[in-house]
């Protein structure tokens, strides 16, 4: 019996010993977690701003996706308003069945809302989400596709069930044309890689890219973006005589103020741990 006792003694005691080691690994593997390259682009583009003194109009942006979503509904589900025989109304062509009108309705109000959700992701990439809260962070980084569902498939699919004029056969194929297309524009408006104001205040405390290198990116005569490394895949074609080593600012000057998605991506899979993960050597 006491020996008994004893074995089950070492196994709750190894048990403890085990659980307490858990959450250690979990802290450890927190700590070592890489940013994302949506995260560094988002700092970069927060410092681009503060060395020039040029804010982008993010606000504009989510101003012109909240009116892009307005438009989506009218162009679902304007009602006939008195006698005016208004060209718009997916819904309304549907009961009217007029196919042809409808369609375009359709195509207008998928484009209105994957535009919306596209402006509202880039703003979110250079000005993400400040709040704290989880569901708060969810709701403002996933709006686009919130709005998609709610656009396409909730409005719909009440108007369409309280609408008398139309038979069960045409309600059960409109309700799962509005669940095509709201998986259709949800999955182009989902934000696969969101950013919150923390993770890039992380990056921008603890790295200064014009303090460790003042000549810090690469860019070229034809292109649009600068580059970390001399070696980016997106520079393999250039010559000599078209690849420019300049300091940040400089680029920025030229009208280069997008960071290249491979050296953004290549940079945080190095965990920015060291000058080269985000300043060229030179060549």
């Known amino acids: 019996m006491e020996e008994e006792k004893k074995v089950k003694a070492e196994k709750a005691e190894g048990k403890a010993e085990s659980a307490k080691k858990a959450p250690a690994k979990k802290a450890e593997s927190a700590e070592v977690k890489k940013p994302s390259a949506a995260a560094l682009k988002a700092a970069l583009a927060q410092m681009e701003e503060q060395e020039t003194g040029k804010k982008k109009n993010t606000v504009l942006w989510r101003v012109l996706s909240f009116v892009m979503w307005a ?3 009218v162009a679902m589900y304007l009602p006939q308003i008195g006698n005016l025989e208004l060209p718009f109304g997916a819904l309304r062509m ?7 009108p409808m369609i375009i309705d359709i195509v207008v109000a998928v484009a209105l809302c994957i535009g919306a959700a596209l402006l509202w992701k880039k703003a979110n990439h250079i000005h993400p989400v400040k709040s704290h809260n989880k ?3 969810f709701i403002w980084n996933q709006l686009g596709l919130i709005m998609a569902f709610l656009i396409f498939f909730v409005i719909g699919l009440v108007l369409i069930l309280k609408n008398d004029k139309l038979d069960a056969k045409t309600k059960k194929i409109a309700i799962a044309v509005l669940a095509a297309i709201t998986l259709l524009v949800g999955s182009v408006s989902a934000d696969y890689h969101p950013v919150t104001q923390d993770e890039v205040d992380k990056i921008t405390n603890e790295y200064n890219i014009d303090t460790q290198d003042p000549d810090g990116c690469f860019w070229t005569t034809y292109g649009r973006k600068y580059h970390l490394y001399n070696d980016c895949q997106a520079l393999s074609n250039t010559t ?5 080593h300049t300091s940040l600012q400089e680029a920025w000057d030229n009208n280069r103020g997008e960071l290249c998605s491979f050296c953004a991506k290549k940079a945080a899979d190095n965990s920015l741990s060291d000058t080269t993960a985000i300043t060229p050597a030179n060549p």
């Not at 000599?240 to 420019?244: D, K, P, R, T």
Request: net charge negative; charged share 15%.
């Open 94 to 100: 549907l009961v009217l069945k007029n196919y042809t």
């Open 135 to 137: 569901i708060v962070q």
């Open 240 to 244: 000599e005589e078209n690849l420019h």
């Open 71 to 73: 438009l989506a509904v």
